[in-house]
């Protein structure tokens, strides 16, 4: 069965400071993978996503992720963490069971921007 | 464009009562999917509907949840009779045929007491 783990359910950085969200999944075929971000109050938002092809994909906000294969990752980073940038994180991976859409995700990291 | 909609934005009932949690996908998504989060838990999938059809509910709890989704259109899910574990954020989330990135709501949270 597929699975995510977020490694951490709270981070914290300062602002200004590297942001580095871990994600690691398990699945049988290649899989999409997906970060999403929550706002306070608000639903969820696709950050960033990877299908096929380039394996560092860039988002919004300044997010990227890097899949790799041979670590079973994708973990999420930005250089430089804004206060904006609190929320949560969830890293999802796509069912692999019949291409519906659905998706598995991780448990959900906080991230804390101090200043 | 308006987003995925989703209806109430919080409900707070008495064990044993019914509610209905309605979304409203993004015009023209064939694809509707409900997902739940308990307390300190991951997002977990309820079910998904392409257009008036449910094509997977593997994920529904229990017979106490029934959605629908007429017309190919908005979506309710109905808890009958609501229990404690229930509570929860009930996400709603819609996306075009064939495609993989979903777009979703804002969520209802549900606490029942």
């Known amino acids: 069965a597929q699975s995510v783990t977020q490694l951490g359910s709270h981070v914290s950085v300062s602002e200004g400071a590297l942001v580095l969200l871990r994600c690691n999944y398990s699945?049988?075929?290649?899989?999409?993978l997906f970060w999403y971000v929550q706002y306070p109050n608000q639903g969820l938002q696709l950050l960033l996503k990877?299908?096929?092809?380039?394996?560092l994909v860039k988002g919004i906000n300044g997010f990227e992720a890097e899949f790799k294969k041979s670590e079973t990752s994708f973990h999420l980073t930005k250089p430089s963490a804004h206060m904006s940038d609190a929320a949560e994180y969830f890293c999802?991976?796509?069912?692999?069971?019949?291409?519906?859409?659905?998706?598995?995700f991780g448990q959900g990291t906080t991230l804390q921007v101090k200043p | 464009e308006a987003g995925v909609t989703q209806f109430p934005s919080h409900s707070v009932i008495e064990k044993g009562q019914t509610v209905t949690l309605r979304c409203d996908p993004i015009?023209?998504?064939?694809?509707l999917y409900w997902y739940r989060r308990v307390m300190g838990k991951e997002i977990k999938f309820l079910l998904h509907?392409?257009?008036?059809?449910?094509?997977?509910e593997s994920g529904m709890p229990n017979n106490r949840f029934l959605a629908e989704r007429t017309g190919g259109t908005y979506s309710t899910l109905k808890v009958q009779p609501a229990e404690l574990e229930d509570s929860g954020v009930y996400f709603c989330?819609?996306?075009?045929?064939?495609?993989?990135?979903?777009?979703f709501g804002q969520g209802t949270r549900l606490t029942v007491v």
């Open positions: 989330a819609s996306s075009h045929a064939g495609q993989f990135e979903a777009f």
């Open positions: 699945s049988s075929v290649p899989p999409y």
């Open positions: 990877y299908t096929t092809g380039a394996t």
């Open positions: 999802a991976v796509s069912d692999d069971s019949g291409n519906t859409g659905k998706l598995i």
């Open positions: 015009s023209g998504h064939d694809n």
């Open positions: 509907f392409v257009k008036e059809s449910k094509q997977d």
